[in-house]
């Protein structure tokens, strides 16, 4: 467990802005149940009985003996402290690991009804994932870091037309303006992209 200063200021000015909106709302020592729908936040330092709402006044000082203290709390006997704390800190990557397949790579929903479909979906999105995470990886080492975000849009917009030479029928393809992120991106797996225009045998 820690102590960090900034932080216990922070936590204490958060928590009187809620009993601020609270108070707001008490009459004759009461809150009206329908004025503290809305406000999910204020709503742990309330004590409702017989359909009635008053101000927890202890609920709030049990909360401001937290200010500035941060913990992991674990279950794990087999670990030093330290380890918990870096595999805690570490947390990030399986969250992003989710936001990636069910948000950029459309993991879910799935519109699939055969378990071999279902299979083949998923299969399919953790394969693109393991490539996203091949491709950040060896654009971190080159110094060109790059998100998600930023891959997919360099690559959407990579594209080349195909041009027909209408007397020998001779194919010529045609790449779109190579971008320096376009460049890097190729470089990272040993391939090379000019604007150079080639024709296709």
């Not at 009461?30 to 709503?43: E, S």
């Not at 993991?107 to 299979?119: A, C, D, L, Q, S």
Request: glycine fraction near 4%.
């Amino acid at each position: 467990m820690s102590y960090n200063s900034a932080r216990a200021k922070k936590d204490a000015a958060d928590r009187q802005r809620l009993v601020d909106r609270l108070m707001k709302k008490v009459k004759d020592g009461k809150v009206k149940i329908k004025d503290i729908i809305p406000n999910y936040g204020t709503k742990k330092y309330l004590q409702i009985s017989h359909g009635e709402a008053t101000v927890n006044e202890a609920k709030i000082d049990e909360d401001a003996k937290w200010d500035g203290l941060y913990g992991v709390i674990s279950n794990v006997k087999s670990k030093a402290p330290e380890e918990l704390l870096q595999t805690y800190h570490g947390l990030w990557q399986i969250e992003e690991a989710f936001r990636v397949n069910k948000h950029d790579l459309k993991m879910r929903p799935i519109y699939h009804w055969t378990e071999k479909r279902i299979k083949a979906h998923i299969s399919l999105c953790f394969l693109a994932f393991t490539l996203v995470k091949q491709a950040t990886y060896r654009l971190s080492i080159q110094q060109t870091p790059m998100s998600f975000e930023q891959l997919r849009n360099e690559l959407l917009h990579t594209q080349s037309s195909i041009l027909v030479d209408l007397e020998t029928k001779n194919k010529y393809r045609l790449p779109s303006k190579v971008t320096i992120n376009q460049k890097n991106i190729y470089q990272a797996f040993g391939l090379k992209r000019t604007g150079v225009i080639r024709k296709i045998i």
